[in-house]
């Protein structure tokens, strides 16, 4: 059921600043790593994705840093706007697995 | 890119009854379809995964004679909770994968479909 007085870790960030969000993953097989997007009351939206192959890719904005030594990801967005204020969600996918799990999510809140 | 949407986008219904959700991929044939479900301020939990033509697997937990899945065809499958409870209201989303666009494996999701059962 519903869980009373949780709360999303919360980032607050000021228009124009820089974000950084992080994630731990413990699943050490896990060779696919995916960053969404998740605004209030819509289903996830893609941002970037990374490979275990790669340790940082780079899209329009965004950045995904890949640490598997301390199975650590991030994501970094760039020249942060109010349109990116929404829950971030770290997902990971093992080699032979469609299975997607998430993370426990981020709330990005952007201050004009 | 590709869409997946859900139908209805909110429901509420009284305890007791069955509530039917659909999910479609409207311009690519969708093998696998998933669907979570997600509380307030919480993460998606994967329920089930099911693949055309045959039936779900579910996750450890979750009931399949409650959460009936049906994949009957490349483009619908749909989520039936039978008997809903309050403790059911939740939002539905699905997601599904196919071959479209360039990696076939990624997962397209739908607008999430929030149940509220009184």
């Known amino acids: 059921g519903e869980s009373v007085g949780l709360h999303l870790p919360t980032l607050s960030v000021q228009e124009g600043d820089n974000s950084i969000i992080n994630c731990a993953y413990s699943?050490?097989?896990?060779?696919?790593f995916i960053w969404y997007k998740q605004e209030s009351g819509k289903g996830p939206q893609f941002i970037i994705d990374i490979r275990s192959n790669m340790d940082k890719r780079q899209g329009q904005r965004v950045t995904v840093l890949l640490n598997k030594t301390v199975k650590h990801l991030s994501l970094q967005i760039a020249a942060t706007q109010p349109g990116d204020s929404a829950v971030y969600f770290c997902?990971?996918?093992?080699?032979?697995?469609?299975?997607?799990?998430f993370g426990k999510g981020n709330q990005v809140v952007v201050i004009p | 890119g590709a869409v997946v949407s859900q139908h209805p986008s909110w429901v509420i219904c009284k305890s007791g009854t069955s509530v039917k959700i659909e999910c479609r991929s409207l311009?690519?044939?969708?093998?696998?379809m998933f669907w979570y479900r997600q509380f307030p301020k919480q993460s998606l939990m994967l329920m089930a995964t099911s693949n055309e033509g045959s039936k779900a697997t579910y996750e450890q937990g979750v009931e399949k004679d409650k959460f009936l899945i049906n994949h009957a065809s490349l483009t619908l499958s749909t989520l039936t909770v039978t008997s809903a409870h309050p403790e059911d209201s939740s939002f539905y989303i699905c997601s599904a994968t196919g071959l479209a666009g360039d990696d076939e494996d990624e997962q397209f999701f739908g607008p999430g479909t929030r149940l509220t059962v009184l």
């Open positions: 311009d690519f044939q969708a093998t696998t």
């Open positions: 699943n050490s097989a896990s060779d696919y």
């Open positions: 997902a990971e996918r093992s080699y032979g697995n469609n299975r997607l799990a």
